[in-house]
């Protein structure tokens, strides 16, 4: 929608951009062809979980956290177990460690089917949302929903729950599934893998945008395994350090038109995300993951954010070739957890959600009584990012009409698969030409 | 009752919506307390994913989805929506009264209408939605809310005994 306000300045408006998690707004204002001013305004109320969290006992935040998010609340679980563990010293067993990355791979395989197909593929095709695409390319719809159905059932098998798994605790899980019940996921989950290879080939076809940035990427690294459920952090600068420095280096701030506070990682802009996994950690993804990607017209780096889509694809087999490999590899007798009593200190845990690093810190007294408490989502540190990306695009193609200028910063914002119920919930796009 | 397969046969309530956030858990109440009403051919099922009713609706001719609602109006009035295969495709406006409730942009609209489109919508879809007041995380039903689930389960109920009717 165009309005002309008295001052002759135009305003574009979009009353809700739809495809994204969340409340906010977006103001674009372009003087004389120049793109002078770009806020990404998240206006939904901050949440308080981390103020709901103080006072609370060491074992509730698995619990609390995860109702954050109704599509990375295993991001929160596997964050705060860690970081509690970390306050007692607790070490989990490799058991463990293998169940909480197949419930991981079921957060992935159902966040990113949904993104890719749902939310991300309509901006490449040319429909307004999936119902109308689906309408041309309906056996595309019927295999996102049973990729979907694949992680939700492998949600609901380990976590208890499709959306917000009950079944994970401090120190482990209530219950380990068995290898039959395992088993039985597998079929669905081998033709889940191969139609994300399908996938990969794909989205590949679309037409992408010719914008790359040169952000500082920042994502975990696993020693053994393309980082999902935990792992070191690195940049691509060169900097290494465990999770417990990530107060260090990444820095929180507020700016007056967001409710979401921003980010700096030593005092720069960066980016966490698919790309950044992708960029940093390729050499750990499979054999077979990484032909696709480079058959998918992919590097062994990516900066295009409008490819995220590629890389997430691929993600999405690495995800279901981890599930197989878990369940293949299972053997059933192992402890569900590990005692983790209550002590006191400060503890902190990282995990990759499907839209880059979240950071959990908790601070505890000799009770177990959590007396601080602080969570660093990924949307909160892309906003920055996504500003500048915005702010990249609505130059870059600034002689477009005002109908098709915001529909490539809608399309700019949605690469990010930004979760803003996450950061702290309905954007108002708004572009200012004058 | 389940999450995830119900058993295939007479008609299928399904109570969408989280245990834990408020009067958002209305419609598992309503599942639950449908089931215990025993009704001879009536499945229920409950789920928190929207997107699932495109596989749990599978096989079923009739179906009545219940789920807390934001219309404007009082907390626990009951609005009844027909939105199956025989119907047209609601304008995005109607679907305002449904909320935007769902996983990540996701929501019963969306699950409705895109099985409409891939005709994997049931013939009779029957949206009974309760009006919310609060879906505050951890809290229970509001009272306005609780006080209106007999009625609703009376509906719900009614609907289905009827759909038995028809199937039969």
Not at chain 1, 327 to 333: F, N
Not at chain 1, 335 to 350: D, L, N, Q, R, Y
Not at chain 2, 69 to 89: D, N
Request: charged letters at 20%.
């Amino acid at each position: 929608m165009t309005h002309q306000l008295k001052d002759g300045s135009q305003v574009l408006q979009v009353g809700m951009l739809a495809r994204v998690e969340g409340e906010g707004g977006m103001h674009i204002e372009i003087k004389d062809g120049v793109v002078e001013s770009v806020k990404l305004n998240i206006f939904e109320p901050p949440r308080f979980y981390e103020a709901f969290l103080r006072g609370r006992k060491y074992t509730e935040p698995p619990d609390i956290t995860a109702r954050i998010c109704g599509i990375c609340p295993v991001a929160y679980q596997s964050a705060s177990t860690e970081a509690i563990e970390a306050i007692a010293g607790a070490v989990t067993t490799p058991e463990i460690q293998a169940m909480r990355r197949l419930l991981y791979c079921g957060e992935w395989i159902e966040s990113h089917s949904l993104h890719i197909f749902m939310l991300h593929a309509p901006d490449f095709l040319g429909y307004d949302s999936v119902i109308e695409m689906a309408a041309d390319y309906g056996p595309v719809v019927e295999m996102a929903l049973r990729l979907k159905k694949a992680g939700n059932d492998l949600m609901e098998l380990v976590g208890g729950r499709a959306i917000h798994p009950v079944n994970v605790k401090v120190g482990g899980f209530y219950r380990m599934p068995t290898k039959a019940q395992m088993l039985a996921l597998r079929p669905a989950l081998e033709r889940g893998l191969e139609e994300a290879f399908e996938t990969v080939k794909l989205v590949s076809t679309f037409d992408f945008p010719d914008m790359e940035q040169p952000y500082e990427y920042v994502a975990l690294r696993h020693p053994d395994y393309y980082a999902i459920e935990r792992g070191t952090v690195v940049s691509t600068s060169g900097v290494t350090f465990p999770v417990s420095e990530f107060p260090k280096h990444i820095k929180e701030f507020h700016v007056e038109h967001s409710n979401a506070l921003h980010a700096k990682f030593d005092d720069t802009m960066y980016m966490v995300g698919p790309l950044a996994r992708y960029t940093l950690n390729f050499h750990q993804l499979s054999d077979r993951c990484k032909e696709a990607a480079l058959a998918a017209g992919l590097g062994e780096t990516c900066r295009n954010q409008f490819k995220s889509i590629i890389v997430r694809a691929v993600e999405l087999a690495y995800a279901f070739e981890e599930a197989l490999r878990i369940i293949d590899g299972w053997k059933d007798g192992a402890a569900p957890s590990v005692p983790v009593g209550p002590a006191k200190g400060e503890g902190m845990g990282a995990s990759e959600a499907p839209r880059g690093i979240i950071f959990h810190r908790y601070v505890t007294d000799e009770n177990g009584i959590i007396e601080d408490a602080q969570i660093v989502p990924p949307t909160s540190q892309n906003q920055p990012s996504i500003e500048l990306d915005l702010k990249t695009a609505a130059q870059k193609w600034v002689d477009m009409d005002d109908h098709a200028l915001t529909h490539l910063c809608e399309h700019a914002i949605r690469n990010y698969d930004p979760c803003i119920s996450c950061a702290t919930h309905f954007l108002d796009l708004r572009i200012k030409r004058s | 009752m389940t999450d995830q397969a119900a058993p295939r046969g007479g008609p299928l309530v399904v109570g969408l919506g989280s245990p834990d956030q408020g009067d958002d858990a209305v419609g598992l109440e309503i599942a639950r307390a449908v089931e215990a009403l025993g009704l001879p051919g009536v499945c229920t099922a409950i789920h928190e994913d929207p997107t699932a009713l495109l596989h749990l609706w599978e096989g079923f001719d009739v179906v009545v989805v219940v789920d807390a609602v934001m219309t404007g109006r009082p907390p626990g009035a009951i609005t009844v929506i027909e939105v199956g295969a025989g119907k047209a495709q609601l304008p995005p406006e109607a679907w305002a009264a449904t909320g935007r409730g769902g996983t990540h942009a996701f929501g019963l609209a969306t699950a409705v209408e895109l099985a409409r489109v891939l005709g994997r919508l049931p013939r009779r879809v029957t949206v009974v939605g309760i009006e919310a007041a609060s879906f505050a995380q951890g809290t229970a039903l509001s009272p306005e809310v609780a006080a209106s689930v007999d009625d609703a389960v009376a509906i719900v109920g009614a609907v289905a005994r009827d759909r038995v009717r028809s199937v039969a």
